[in-house]
C-alpha cells in the first residue's frame, strides 16, 4: 500500500468528470485520491506508528485534506447505525487504528471495498465516488505498486501490466475493448489475416480517447489529462475523444501523447519510454524531478525531490527490482543526499 501524499489540484481543462465535492466543496482528484489511499491503509494490517504520524501531518497540511477526511468519516460513520455492523466493527476504528487489532487484509481489503461501494452508491457526490482508486479497486486485473503482472485473454492477447495500473476487459460479439484505468500496459495482439487472428475490432479506452490495434505489440500509458502511446510493431490508429475526426495512423518505432481534444507530434520511440517492460528504469539525461517521480510509482510510501535539486540530470539504466539500492547511488553520481524521516517518507536533496 502506498502511503498516500499530497499532490496540486490538477487542470480541470480536460476532465472527463466532475471534480469530488468534500462537504459542499470541490477537491482535487488527487486529494480524494490520497484521502482514499490513507483510508486503505488504515484498514489493512500495514499500518506502524510513523504512518500514523504521516498521516495525521497529511491532514493538517492543508485545509483541503482535513475536508476530505472529515467527509469519510461522516460517511462511514452512517454505518455504525446500521442493524448489523459486523462488517464496519470488522475493520480498524478510525479514531485509534494504531492500538486497534489488525485481522488479516484481504478480508478487511474486501470490506473495504464494500464500504466505500455503500458508501458510493447510497450518497450523492461522495468523494470516492469517481477516484481513480475506487474503480482500480473493482477492476478486472489490477496491480500494486511495484508489482507487474501478466495476462492471457480468451482470445490469446497478452497483455502484461506494469506497477500500480488496472484495466476492465469487455468482449463481446463485435468488439473487443480494454479500458485502462491508471498505469501502463504492454500488449501484444494476433496480427491481422493470421489463421489465429479475431475479426473483431481490439480497442483500448482512456479517459483521453481510444486506441485501435492493426495487428500489432503497443504500449499504453495513462496519466493525468493524457495518454501516451508508443508501437513496438506494426501500427495502431489513435482518435481523442472530443475530436472522432482527427484520426491518426501511428506506425511502429512511432510514439506520441494525446488529450482528449488534441494530438500531438508523433516521434521517434525511444528506450526509456518502454524500458518498465524488462524490468528498468532508463534514463538519458533526465531531470532527477522527473526520475524520482518516476521510481516513486514502483516504491510504497512517500518519494520526494526537493525542489533546489529536481533541475541536476541523470543517466543511467536502473533494475526495478531493488528501489532501496537505486536512492543509494544517487549521492555517488550527484550532488545530494537521500534522507528517511520514515522508511515510508523519504526525500531527496540538497548534500550537505
Known amino acids: 500500500m502506498s502511503t ?37 491503509l488504515l484498514m489493512s494490517d500495514e499500518m506502524t506508528d510513523s504512518d500514523y504520524q504521516c498521516w495525521q501531518q497529511w491532514r493538517a497540511a492543508h485545509p483541503d485534506h482535513e475536508r476530505a477526511w472529515q467527509h469519510i468519516e461522516a460517511v462511514t460513520a452512517r454505518f455504525r447505525e446500521l442493524p448489523s455492523t459486523a462488517a464496519y466493527k470488522s475493520l480498524s476504528p478510525l479514531t485509534n487504528p494504531v492500538s486497534a487489532g489488525k485481522p488479516g487484509s484481504p478480508g478487511r481489503r474486501k470490506a473495504m471495498g464494500t464500504l466505500l461501494w455503500l458508501g458510493t452508491a447510497g450518497v450523492g457526490s461522495m468523494l470516492v465516488s469517481r477516484t481513480q482508486i475506487w474503480q482500480q479497486t473493482v477492476a478486472d486485473y489490477r496491480t500494486g505498486t511495484g508489482e507487474q503482472r501478466a495476462i492471457y485473454l480468451a482470445d490469446g492477447t497478452h497483455i502484461m501490466l506494469n506497477t500500480y495500473s488496472a484495466i476492465d476487459v469487455a468482449f463481446d460479439a463485435q468488439h473487443r475493448t480494454i479500458r485502462l484505468i491508471t498505469g501502463d500496459i504492454l500488449i501484444t495482439t494476433h496480427p491481422v489475416h493470421t489463421p489465429i487472428s479475431d475479426p473483431r475490432p481490439f480497442i483500448v479506452e482512456t479517459a483521453e480517447g481510444r486506441i485501435r490495434a492493426l495487428g500489432t505489440r503497443f504500449t499504453v500509458s495513462q496519466r ?114 537521500v534522507r528517511l524521516r520514515t522508511r515510508y517518507w523519504v526525500i531527496v536533496e540538497a548534500a550537505s
Open 224 to 337: 493525468k489529462g493524457r495518454t501516451h502511446v508508443a508501437v513496438l510493431e506494426h501500427a495502431v490508429e489513435v482518435t481523442p475523444a472530443a475530436a472522432p475526426d482527427r484520426q491518426y495512423i501511428l506506425p511502429a518505432g512511432q510514439q506520441l501523447s494525446f488529450t482528449r481534444h488534441t494530438l500531438n507530434n508523433a516521434t521517434t520511440l525511444d528506450k526509456q519510454t518502454t524500458g518498465w517492460t524488462q524490468g528498468q528504469i532508463i534514463a538519458d539525461n533526465i531531470r532527477l524531478g522527473d526520475f524520482i517521480t518516476d521510481l516513486g510509482r514502483y516504491r510504497t510510501g512517500l518519494l520526494r525531490c526537493d525542489p533546489a535539486v529536481a533541475e541536476l540530470r541523470l543517466s543511467g539504466v536502473f533494475p526495478l527490482d531493488d528501489t532501496d539500492r537505486i536512492l543509494e547511488t544517487l549521492p555517488s553520481v550527484l550532488p545530494v543526499r
Open 4 to 40: 498516500p501524499g499530497s499532490t496540486p489540484p490538477p487542470s480541470v481543462a480536460d476532465q472527463p468528470h466532475p471534480l469530488p465535492l468534500a462537504n459542499g466543496h470541490p477537491i482535487s482528484g488527487a486529494t480524494a485520491d490520497a484521502a482514499a489511499q490513507w483510508l486503505t
